[in-house]
């Protein structure tokens, strides 16, 4: 098992630039998140799914989209890079045991992204 | 929203010294607190987690404890070893708004003198 695969590791872009960071798991989890890590900030949820076709927000959703067609891909698009989101992206995902119970997160190894 | 806030920041100890970093979370539903630990260059791991029903749970050198009246629990490492220096996360998650969406504490940097 690979587990969560995240790619590109390094990326730089120029403001303005679009991307997509890519993310796959071979576990097959229902729930799937994308968070940035920014120093003393800790890890912030910025979009999460819960299963192929569901997507929502979490709490720092500006500036990125997600789609979710299977379940094993999770992508993150930057539509237009800007500096503020120059940040480590971590991609994870977790398993069903119970809508209501919290799981372990299993997590990507990282995407370092910097926005000049 | 929900909010999980986590101290100190910075910890240092001296070798075979315990450690201990302190969480507390402001949604009362939430039911599963897991820590992770975060080397450099790497995604977090999981290394223990505490699940609402229980309020201590044990593994080797690592606890955490749950006082889910307070609504804060806590990780103690014994006997640490320079191997432990780390970033470390606390998070919480699960309740009606989903065990799906995990809040993270804002890590706490270890460092382990030998």
């Known amino acids: 098992n690979a587990g969560v695969t995240q790619t590109p590791k390094f990326q730089v872009l120029k403001t303005g630039q679009s991307m997509t960071l890519q993310c796959a798991q071979d576990m097959n989890h229902e729930y799937m998140s994308w968070y940035r890590q920014d120093p003393g900030m800790g890890l912030r949820l910025i979009h999460y799914s819960v299963g192929a076709g569901i997507t929502d927000q979490g709490e720092v959703p500006n500036g990125y989209n997600v789609s979710r067609s299977t379940t094993e891909d999770f992508p993150l698009r930057l539509l237009s890079a800007a500096p503020s989101q120059t940040s480590v992206y971590f991609c994870?995902?977790?398993?069903?045991?119970?809508?209501?119970?919290?799981?372990?997160?299993?997590f990507g190894q990282g995407t370092r992204l910097t926005v000049v | 929203g929900e909010n999980v806030e986590q101290h100190p920041s910075t910890l240092s100890v001296q070798e075979g010294d315990s450690a201990v970093i302190k969480c507390t979370y402001s949604?009362?539903?939430?039911?599963?607190f897991p820590w992770y630990k975060q080397e450099l260059g790497k995604g977090p791991q999981l290394i223990i987690d505490i699940r609402s029903n229980v309020g201590e749970k044990k593994d080797q050198r690592i606890a955490v404890t749950l006082n889910k009246t307070a609504k804060h629990f806590s990780l103690h490492i014994t006997e640490t070893q320079p191997e432990d220096s780390a970033v470390y996360f606390c998070a919480a998650s699960g309740g009606p708004t989903g065990g799906f969406k995990t809040i993270f504490g804002a890590g706490t940097r270890l460092f382990v003198k030998a």
């Open positions: 994870a995902s977790s398993y069903s045991r119970d809508s209501y119970l919290g799981t372990e997160a299993f």
């Open positions: 949604d009362s539903a939430s039911n599963y």
